[in-house]
């Protein structure tokens, strides 16, 4: 936090923003030049295809080549977006553990001083432990329809 704030005084995030803008800029215009070049290759490939072919099977040849190119990126992203939605949903329930545990880890002493917090401690943790208890007898072929959270 003191590094931060050091930091915030000496100018230092400050040249690092217009650092991280001009790198922004740089990587637009070259991207932007990249694009037209590749425009450009594009146009002189279809004007050699048409001097080889004509100019109707030129553009038949193109067009073809960029909708099976489509087709092949949408495939490969339909068949890549399972595993990364199930590395998202697992890194979204370990952060919310994260969390959890942090949270009940800064409010243990102040439950800890009270003579309630003990019984404010076992509730809960009895009731996990009892749903746990539960989830481990249930049949695997059976779906506890009335837990929201296994939705």
């Known amino acids: 936090m003191l590094a931060l704030l050091a930091s915030l005084a000496s100018g230092e995030t400050v040249l ?10 740089v990587y637009l215009i070259a991207i932007i030049t990249g694009s037209i070049g590749a425009g450009f290759m594009v ?11 004509g100019s109707l099977e030129a553009a038949l040849v193109f067009g073809a080549v960029f909708i099976v190119s489509a087709l092949i990126i949408l ?6 977006s399972g595993p990364r939605a199930r590395r998202a949903s697992q890194q979204r329930k370990s952060d919310l553990t994260a969390f959890a545990t942090a949270a009940g880890i800064a409010v243990l002493p102040t439950l800890l001083r009270r003579p309630v917090g003990v019984t404010a401690l ?3 943790g ?3 432990i009892a749903y746990a208890i539960y989830r481990e007898n249930m049949r695997k072929g059976d779906k506890d329809d009335t837990n929201p959270l296994d939705r």
């Open 16 to 25: 690092a923003l217009k650092r991280a803008r001009r790198m922004a800029t």
């Open 43 to 53: 146009g002189a490939a279809y004007i050699w295809t048409a001097r080889k072919l």
């Open 75 to 80: 495939l490969v992203y339909k068949l890549t």
């Open 122 to 124: 076992l509730v809960p």
């Open 126 to 128: 009895l009731a996990v």
